[in-house]
């Protein structure tokens, strides 16, 4: 079966840290660009990061830029996001995604996503 699996969310305080993981199964992850996005329900997933197959490319959101860190050991079929100075606004489920040929996609261009990994920020 190929598929994605998110782990490392929690609930954190605000200013708190994670990691999070993607792990791939079914398929080698290194020849795939990878994205990641997050969700709060009734709004729209939103793109956070991204990273090229070889890890040489990487674009953040914004709102996450010097918060979060993507990479990846394509050793451990894994890509990760560690994000950092946690606030209640980067309370969602957090996604991966990938793509086999173009790095940062549209979201309808992603082949494989994960079912998500909750990350709460709250006091």
């Known amino acids: 079966q190929v598929q994605l699996v998110e782990s490392g969310g929690g609930l954190v305080q605000p200013g708190g840290s994670l990691r999070l993981s993607c792990a791939a199964s079914?398929?080698?992850?290194?020849?795939?660009?990878i994205g990641w996005f997050r969700q709060v329900p009734g709004k729209e997933r939103q793109g956070v990061s991204c990273i090229s197959s070889t890890g040489g490319n990487t674009w953040y959101l914004g709102s996450v830029k010097g918060r979060f860190t993507v990479s990846r050991d394509n050793a451990k079929n894994t890509v990760y996001l560690q994000v950092n100075s946690l606030k209640p606004d980067d309370t969602a489920v957090y996604y991966c995604a990938a793509d086999p040929f173009y790095f940062c996609p549209p979201e309808g261009e992603y082949d494989y996503w994960g079912q998500g990994t909750q990350v709460t920020v709250s006091s």
């Open positions: 079914g398929f080698t992850l290194d020849k795939f660009n």
